[in-house]
């Protein structure tokens, strides 16, 4: 991928994650981010899907504040990139594998938060933190079930074809699917 190239769809993609997050943070864990971190890290190699994250979160950082929420993405969603790099040969091009591994992303996502708490302010918060907010993670998994079946293979797609446009080869890896 030449270098310009490269920033382009790092810096495009990267804003596309904020925006969607933003369009959709009226409604309570219900967000496209989970989807698209995954469409990325399936067709772009592991560091530029990292990249994206990093700049993804300090965007969020700019937008929304510090708080200790922004040291949790910072690690927490790079958890989300390895989990589906290290997965895509078991699911291969199955939505309904996808979608499954969604909604499992979104009770541990609020359990990597609950841990995260509990590192900064002790383990008795962790678990208050987990259990106030499992109402919400259901929500996170059930909601991330549903947009990854039904969206996973248009976005895909959609994206796949835009990088090939663009004259980007997508992940080396991509012939395991």
């Known amino acids: 991928m030449k270098p310009v190239v490269r920033l382009v769809v790092i810096s495009l993609l990267s804003a596309l994650l904020l925006v969607v997050q933003i369009a959709l ?3 309570p864990n219900v967000e496209l981010v ?3 971190i995954l469409i990325y890290t399936l067709l772009l190699p592991l560091p530029t899907a990292l990249g994206i994250v990093g700049i993804f979160v ?4 700019i937008v929304w504040g510090f708080g200790d929420w922004v ?6 969603w790079p958890v989300w990139v390895l989990l589906v790099y290290f997965t895509k040969w078991i ?4 939505p309904h594998r996808w979608a499954l591994l969604g909604a499992f992303w979104g009770i541990l996502f609020g359990i990597l938060f609950s841990l995260h708490h509990g590192i900064l302010y002790g383990m008795t ?3 208050a933190y987990w259990i106030r907010g499992i109402s919400f993670d259901i929500i996170h998994a059930i909601s991330n079930y549903i947009l990854m079946l039904l969206s996973y293979r248009v976005i895909f797609n ?3 074809k ?3 446009r663009l004259g980007v080869s997508y992940e080396s890896n991509h012939k395991n699917r």
Do not use: C
């Not at 300090?58 to 950082?61: A, K, M, N």
């Not at 040291?71 to 927490?76: A, D, Q, T």
């Open 25 to 27: 943070a009226v409604v």
């Open 34 to 36: 989970s989807l698209l």
């Open 58 to 61: 300090t965007l969020e950082f």
């Open 71 to 76: 040291i949790g993405y910072y690690w927490i």
């Open 91 to 94: 699911n291969k091009d199955d």
């Open 125 to 127: 918060y962790s678990y």
């Open 158 to 160: 959609i994206l796949k």
């Open 162 to 164: 835009l990088l090939e």
